[in-house]
Protein backbone atom coordinates (compact mmCIF):
# COMPACT_ATOMS: atom_id res chain seq x y z
CA UNK A 1 0.00 0.00 0.00
CA UNK A 2 2.63 2.40 0.79
CA UNK A 3 4.56 1.86 -2.57
CA UNK A 4 1.12 2.18 -4.35
CA UNK A 5 0.69 5.42 -2.38
CA UNK A 6 4.12 7.10 -3.28
CA UNK A 7 4.00 5.81 -7.08
CA UNK A 8 0.54 7.51 -7.26
CA UNK A 9 0.99 11.14 -6.12
CA UNK A 10 4.03 12.09 -8.78
CA UNK A 11 0.48 10.95 -11.64
CA UNK A 12 -0.12 14.69 -11.19
CA UNK A 13 2.92 15.79 -12.64
CA UNK A 14 2.49 13.95 -16.24
CA UNK A 15 1.32 17.65 -17.51
CA UNK A 16 4.84 18.84 -16.90
CA UNK A 17 6.48 16.74 -19.76
CA UNK A 18 4.34 18.79 -22.13
CA UNK A 19 5.78 22.52 -21.06
CA UNK A 20 6.97 24.10 -23.89
CA UNK A 21 10.38 24.16 -24.41
CA UNK A 22 12.90 25.87 -26.42
CA UNK A 23 14.38 23.04 -28.82
CA UNK A 24 17.87 22.54 -29.90
CA UNK A 25 19.31 22.66 -33.20
CA UNK A 26 22.31 20.87 -34.34
CA UNK A 27 24.27 21.46 -37.15
CA UNK A 28 26.16 18.64 -38.76
CA UNK A 29 27.97 18.77 -42.42
CA UNK A 30 29.62 15.47 -44.07
CA UNK A 31 32.65 17.09 -45.85
CA UNK A 32 33.69 15.10 -48.92
CA UNK A 33 31.19 13.23 -49.02
CA UNK A 34 32.11 11.13 -45.94
CA UNK A 35 30.03 10.01 -42.97
CA UNK A 36 30.42 12.34 -40.15
CA UNK A 37 28.33 11.78 -36.40
CA UNK A 38 27.24 14.97 -34.76
CA UNK A 39 26.89 14.72 -30.50
CA UNK A 40 22.80 15.39 -29.47
CA UNK A 41 22.76 17.82 -26.52
CA UNK A 42 20.38 14.79 -24.69
CA UNK A 43 18.23 12.05 -26.08
CA UNK A 44 15.08 13.74 -28.01
CA UNK A 45 13.50 13.45 -31.48
CA UNK A 46 15.11 14.88 -34.33
CA UNK A 47 14.24 15.77 -36.88
CA UNK A 48 15.34 18.37 -40.41
CA UNK A 49 15.27 21.24 -39.38
CA UNK A 50 17.23 23.14 -43.18
CA UNK A 51 19.05 21.88 -45.25
CA UNK A 52 21.88 23.55 -46.18
CA UNK A 53 23.75 21.75 -48.83
CA UNK A 54 23.17 20.93 -52.39
CA UNK A 55 23.54 17.37 -51.83
CA UNK A 56 20.26 15.65 -50.99
CA UNK A 57 19.48 15.33 -47.33
CA UNK A 58 17.26 11.64 -47.14
CA UNK A 59 16.49 10.64 -43.83
CA UNK A 60 17.83 6.60 -43.49
CA UNK A 61 20.34 7.14 -46.30
CA UNK A 62 22.29 10.19 -46.37
CA UNK A 63 21.22 10.99 -42.56
CA UNK A 64 19.76 9.80 -39.19
CA UNK A 65 20.12 9.53 -35.30
CA UNK A 66 20.06 7.79 -32.12
CA UNK A 67 20.07 8.16 -28.60
CA UNK A 68 23.58 9.76 -28.66
CA UNK A 69 24.35 11.61 -32.04
CA UNK A 70 22.50 12.66 -35.67
CA UNK A 71 24.92 11.43 -38.47
CA UNK A 72 25.36 12.74 -41.59
CA UNK A 73 26.88 10.99 -45.20
CA UNK A 74 26.99 12.04 -49.10
CA UNK A 75 27.82 15.53 -48.98
CA UNK A 76 24.47 16.09 -46.57
CA UNK A 77 24.75 19.25 -44.65
CA UNK A 78 22.37 20.70 -42.40
CA UNK A 79 20.37 22.04 -38.80
CA UNK A 80 18.87 19.10 -36.86
CA UNK A 81 15.99 20.27 -34.59
CA UNK A 82 16.11 18.50 -31.19
CA UNK A 83 12.51 17.81 -28.98
CA UNK A 84 11.64 15.75 -25.94
CA UNK A 85 14.01 15.96 -23.98
CA UNK A 86 14.39 19.80 -21.93
CA UNK A 87 17.33 22.20 -22.98
CA UNK A 88 20.40 22.04 -21.43
CA UNK A 89 19.97 25.34 -19.99
CA UNK A 90 16.67 24.21 -18.60
CA UNK A 91 18.84 21.84 -16.32
CA UNK A 92 21.29 23.71 -15.26
CA UNK A 93 18.96 26.62 -14.58
CA UNK A 94 15.53 24.78 -13.02
CA UNK A 95 16.74 22.04 -10.79
CA UNK A 96 13.42 21.46 -9.09
CA UNK A 97 11.09 21.79 -12.05
CA UNK A 98 13.69 18.82 -13.31
CA UNK A 99 12.79 17.07 -10.59
CA UNK A 100 8.94 17.22 -11.02
CA UNK A 101 9.46 16.31 -14.54
CA UNK A 102 11.82 12.99 -13.60
CA UNK A 103 9.26 12.18 -11.14
CA UNK A 104 6.79 12.44 -13.92
CA UNK A 105 8.38 10.39 -16.54
CA UNK A 106 9.29 7.60 -13.47
CA UNK A 107 5.47 7.10 -13.20
CA UNK A 108 4.48 7.52 -16.95
CA UNK A 109 7.13 4.69 -17.34
CA UNK A 110 5.49 2.54 -14.87
CA UNK A 111 2.06 3.16 -16.26
CA UNK A 112 3.39 2.71 -19.79
CA UNK A 113 5.56 -0.47 -19.07
CA UNK A 114 4.63 -4.08 -19.93
CA UNK A 115 6.12 -7.72 -19.58
CA UNK A 116 6.31 -9.50 -22.65
CA UNK A 117 5.40 -13.54 -22.20
CA UNK A 118 3.18 -14.56 -25.35
CA UNK A 119 3.76 -12.17 -27.66
CA UNK A 120 4.70 -12.89 -30.96
CA UNK A 121 8.37 -11.22 -31.91
CA UNK A 122 8.43 -11.59 -35.34
CA UNK A 123 9.21 -8.22 -36.91
CA UNK A 124 8.62 -7.26 -40.83
CA UNK A 125 10.72 -4.68 -40.79
CA UNK A 126 13.00 -6.03 -42.90
CA UNK A 127 10.53 -7.15 -45.78
CA UNK A 128 9.01 -3.58 -45.72
CA UNK A 129 10.34 -1.36 -48.55
CA UNK A 130 11.02 1.61 -46.50
CA UNK A 131 13.75 -0.31 -44.52
CA UNK A 132 17.03 1.21 -45.96
CA UNK A 133 19.44 -0.63 -43.43
CA UNK A 134 20.94 -1.30 -40.35
CA UNK A 135 21.69 2.68 -40.19
CA UNK A 136 17.89 3.68 -40.49
CA UNK A 137 17.16 3.80 -36.61
CA UNK A 138 14.39 6.78 -37.29
CA UNK A 139 12.57 3.90 -39.27
CA UNK A 140 9.25 3.16 -37.42
CA UNK A 141 7.42 -0.45 -39.09
CA UNK A 142 3.93 -0.34 -40.03
CA UNK A 143 2.51 -2.46 -37.70
CA UNK A 144 3.70 0.11 -35.03
CA UNK A 145 1.64 3.00 -36.41
CA UNK A 146 -1.49 3.94 -35.51
CA UNK A 147 -3.96 4.45 -32.14
CA UNK A 148 -3.78 1.71 -29.65
CA UNK A 149 -5.58 1.26 -26.18
CA UNK A 150 -3.92 -0.67 -23.26
CA UNK A 151 -5.10 -1.36 -19.45
CA UNK A 152 -2.48 -1.22 -16.52
CA UNK A 153 -4.31 -3.22 -13.82
CA UNK A 154 -1.60 -2.74 -11.41
CA UNK A 155 -2.25 1.05 -11.42
CA UNK A 156 -5.49 0.93 -12.46
CA UNK A 157 -5.18 3.01 -15.59
CA UNK A 158 -6.57 3.26 -19.20
CA UNK A 159 -3.91 3.80 -22.12
CA UNK A 160 -4.35 5.22 -25.24
CA UNK A 161 -0.95 5.60 -27.12
CA UNK A 162 -0.81 7.10 -30.73
CA UNK A 163 2.63 6.26 -33.07
CA UNK A 164 3.07 8.26 -36.16
CA UNK A 165 5.03 7.49 -38.65
CA UNK A 166 7.80 9.87 -37.72
CA UNK A 167 7.91 8.16 -34.62
CA UNK A 168 6.46 10.64 -32.72
CA UNK A 169 4.73 9.11 -29.29
CA UNK A 170 2.08 10.43 -27.44
CA UNK A 171 -0.08 8.72 -24.62
CA UNK A 172 -3.10 9.83 -22.47
CA UNK A 173 -3.42 7.82 -18.86
CA UNK A 174 -5.52 9.39 -16.01
CA UNK A 175 -6.47 12.55 -18.02
CA UNK A 176 -2.46 13.15 -18.27
CA UNK A 177 -0.68 13.66 -21.50
CA UNK A 178 2.97 11.46 -21.95
CA UNK A 179 5.11 12.20 -24.65
CA UNK A 180 8.37 10.18 -26.55
CA UNK A 181 9.68 8.70 -29.35
CA UNK A 182 10.68 5.72 -31.15
CA UNK A 183 14.18 5.31 -32.14
CA UNK A 184 15.78 1.76 -32.98
CA UNK A 185 13.16 0.00 -32.94
CA UNK A 186 12.07 0.99 -28.86
CA UNK A 187 10.07 3.47 -27.26
CA UNK A 188 11.71 6.02 -25.62
CA UNK A 189 10.52 7.84 -22.74
CA UNK A 190 12.61 10.32 -20.71
CA UNK A 191 15.32 8.26 -19.91
CA UNK A 192 13.41 5.43 -19.60
CA UNK A 193 13.23 3.10 -22.76
CA UNK A 194 11.09 0.31 -23.73
CA UNK A 195 11.58 -3.16 -26.06
CA UNK A 196 8.49 -3.17 -28.50
CA UNK A 197 7.19 -6.83 -29.59
CA UNK A 198 4.60 -7.23 -32.43
CA UNK A 199 1.78 -9.20 -31.03
CA UNK A 200 -1.49 -10.43 -32.80
CA UNK A 201 -3.47 -7.45 -32.86
CA UNK A 202 -1.15 -4.18 -31.58
CA UNK A 203 1.85 -4.93 -29.47
CA UNK A 204 3.89 -5.24 -25.99
CA UNK A 205 6.50 -3.32 -24.45
CA UNK A 206 9.25 -3.98 -22.33
CA UNK A 207 10.81 -1.56 -20.18
CA UNK A 208 14.70 -2.27 -20.62
CA UNK A 209 16.37 -3.03 -17.25
CA UNK A 210 12.88 -3.57 -14.84
CA UNK A 211 10.22 -6.02 -15.86
CA UNK A 212 7.52 -5.62 -12.95
CA UNK A 213 3.88 -5.04 -14.97
CA UNK A 214 2.14 -6.08 -17.72
CA UNK A 215 0.12 -3.92 -20.41
CA UNK A 216 -0.95 -5.24 -23.92
CA UNK A 217 -2.00 -2.63 -26.56
CA UNK A 218 -4.49 -3.74 -29.28
CA UNK A 219 -4.98 -1.53 -32.64
CA UNK A 220 -7.89 0.67 -32.10
CA UNK A 221 -7.32 2.93 -35.46
Sequence with gaps: MQTRLLLSAPLL????LVDARADDVVTCESRDNRYHACTLPYAGHVSLDRQLSGADCRQGRSWDYDRREVWVDDGCRASFRVQGGGSRHDRDDDDNHDAKVAAGV??????????????NTSDDRYDD???QGARHTSYVPTWMIGEFEGYNAMYGADIRMRIDSDGRMSAQARGQ??????????LNVGDSVFDISQSRD????????????????????
Design 13 to 16: LLAT
Design 202 to 221: GFVTTEVGDRQNEVRYRRVR
Design 177 to 186: TLSGWVNGGR
Design 106 to 119: LIGAAILGALVHNA
Design 129 to 131: DRY
